[in-house]
């Protein structure tokens, strides 16, 4: 069984479309975080939730609005896309008491055309 | 920036030796965690040490914390090729509820 995974794995759109990435966790942890990767391979923090609650938000432009229904589901709507939004976007869920040692889900490559 | 510096960037060694990888950090942490990633895939947790410890195994890795120099290594024993990935530091800022990652160090194993 995948810990966590998210959906879909690749995506190809044009400027100016929505679109969102969906996520879940079957580990039961309290706390999911979405991760952006860019072609540095650098891994930047972009949201944080604990028990559905925003508790980190790396000043992400507003066009990306995180969505947690439940503590064991993040998604990720992206509005207006544009160009420099291309890069692989990493879930990832830990259980806030236990070290903090997070497990990433195998992430959505998004590209903008 | 509390991103963490990863070096070297690239490393190419040849199979059966150690490979050495190095992280330096500007903050006080809680702990430091290595992370492994294989081409095209997610991050793979490998250890984490504690900021009260200096040393810690698992396997074929061994890892390092100076907290008096902000630094860190992980150190791969009789490298395989199957070791080929990047690798990731990641640090858990104190006062904050978040991994801040390194750049990433690319090794690549040669059969």
């Known amino acids: 069984d995948t810990a966590v995974s998210q959906t879909p794995k690749y995506l190809v759109t044009q400027m100016g479309n929505d679109k969102s990435i969906k996520c879940e966790q079957n580990l039961g942890h309290d706390t999911m975080y979405w991760y952006k990767q860019d072609s540095k391979k650098f891994l930047k923090i972009m949201f944080s939730?604990?028990?559905?609650?925003?508790?980190i938000n790396e000043t992400v432009p507003n066009r990306f609005s995180p969505k947690s229904p439940d503590k064991a589901h993040l998604n990720l709507h992206i509005n207006s896309l544009e160009l420099g939004d291309s890069a692989v976007y990493f879930c990832a869920s830990s259980q806030i008491k236990v070290g903090n040692t997070i497990y990433f889900g195998e992430g959505s490559w998004l590209t903008v055309v | 920036s509390q991103q963490g510096e990863e070096d070297p960037q690239a490393l190419s060694i040849q199979e059966g030796e150690n490979a050495t990888m190095n992280c330096s950090y500007k903050?006080?942490?809680?702990?430091l965690q290595w992370y492994r990633q294989n081409s095209g895939r997610g991050l793979v947790h490998l250890i984490l040490?504690?900021?009260?410890?200096r040393e810690k195994h698992s396997g074929r890795l061994r890892v390092t914390l100076d907290t008096s120099k902000k630094s860190s290594s992980l150190l791969i024993t009789a490298s395989r090729a199957a070791d080929t990935a990047s690798y990731f530091c990641a640090m858990q800022i104190q006062g904050a509820q978040k991994l801040v990652f390194g750049q990433g160090t690319r090794l690549t194993i040669n059969p």
């Open positions: 939730y604990n028990n559905k609650e925003l508790i």
């Open positions: 040490i504690r900021s009260n410890e």
């Open positions: 903050t006080s942490i809680n702990n």
